[in-house]
């Protein structure tokens, strides 16, 4: 695939934050997801936040799986490291990076098929560990790469775009990272950049293991049966044609908090969000938790920051790790000798 570079050319009068950087610093390649998804709106409220924040661009690590999700880490803070993996293995590359190297800021990028099926066991492990890390998923219900089919974030009775109904319970992340522990659980819609932007900030300054749940609406799906633009389609008539997505506008939405928000989607289906007002304690993970099935009862989307824990450990605070990156420290320090290895192994016994 060939990707197509932004002009390097822009503006002499740009905006600048504290570091003298413009939002063309923290900007990515082209993307080339479908016109209107919502991940493209995650990636700009990623780069507004990295912005705001005066983050130096080559202090960040982006991480990624397989999937939409994973290809969007492509389109934001071009000059920053990055690291595409495996199917759902995102989050052991950002805790063995995290362990090799605590002064950079990770970002762990992630879909809902990436996360809750077969990284579903990654994604435990690493709140039970407390890796410090933005753990964002980009959360649209489907395999959206692979045109459509259900994933484990889908409502039970949802239905594809052909039709055919979800016959499974849901997998709710939000209500399974307050389970397990995570410090900073956050829902947001990709349209709602108002809301979404603030809670990315606090999320990257969290010292600890930041999730944010963002529902992403998936525009199309187009390769299944009867659709003229499917594979099976173009075999068939033999047309010199790619598979082709039509564009969509993007969804965007702006409401007060403690208001409700209907939302119809692309293809005519409505989702209610219900922003939260911030009257709630954060500091309570079971009345986050009752919170999130009280509104789940009323059809509606809880929102805003849910939980926020001030005392939480990371995992380099409940492993006792040297503060210097392993590449900064000497070979004496990291092999000090089968001696001194003894008495550190004789120490677990």
């Known amino acids: ?78 000059a ?17 990076a995290n362990l090799a190297n605590r002064d950079l800021v990770y970002i762990g990028i992630s879909g809902d098929g990436d996360t809750a099926s077969i990284g579903l066991g990654q994604f435990v492990h690493a709140i039970r560990r407390g890796v410090n890390m933005l753990y964002m998923v980009e959360n649209n219900g489907v395999y959206g790469l692979t045109k459509g089919q259900f994933s484990a974030t889908a409502d039970v009775g949802s239905r594809s775009k052909s039709g055919e109904a979800n016959i499974y319970p849901v997998i709710d992340l939000i209500s399974l990272a307050l389970d397990l522990g995570a410090g900073f659980v ?59 997505v039509p564009p969509r506008k993007e969804i965007t939405v702006s409401y007060p908090p403690g208001s409700r928000q209907v939302v119809t989607l692309h293809d005519g289906s409505q989702c209610v969000l219900r922003k939260l007002s911030g009257d709630h304690d954060l500091g309570d993970r079971a009345a986050a938790l009752a919170l999130i099935e009280e509104h789940r009862r009323c059809g509606e989307i809880a929102t805003g920051l849910l939980y926020h824990d001030t005392e939480a450990q990371d995992m380099h605070s409940r492993m006792n790790t040297v503060a210097t990156p392993l590449n900064a420290l000497s070979f004496e320090t990291l092999c ?14």
Request: with cysteine; net charge positive.
């Open 336 to 349: 000090p000798g089968t001696e001194t290895l003894t008495k550190i192994n004789a120490g677990f016994r």
């Open 1 to 78: 695939m060939t990707y197509i570079s932004k002009p390097v050319v822009h503006h002499p009068e740009l905006p600048k934050n504290a570091l003298g950087l413009t939002h063309r610093d923290y900007d990515g390649r082209i993307s080339t997801l479908c016109a209107g998804c919502g991940h493209d709106s995650i990636s700009a409220a990623l780069i507004q936040a990295c912005f705001e924040l005066d983050l130096p661009p080559h202090r960040l690590a982006k991480l990624s799986g397989i999937g939409c999700s994973a290809k969007t880490p492509t389109y934001f803070l071009g």
């Open 186 to 244: 956050a829902r947001s819609f990709s349209g709602d950049k108002e809301q979404l932007v603030p809670l990315i900030r606090s999320a990257l300054s969290y010292p600890g293991f930041a999730f944010i749940d963002c529902l992403s609406p998936c525009v199309t799906f187009n390769n299944h049966v009867g659709s003229t633009k499917s594979y099976a389609w173009i075999r068939d008539h033999d047309l010199p044609i790619a598979d082709l």
């Open 80 to 96: 920053a490291h990055g690291f595409n993996g495996v199917h759902g293995r995102m989050p052991s590359l950002a805790t063995g």
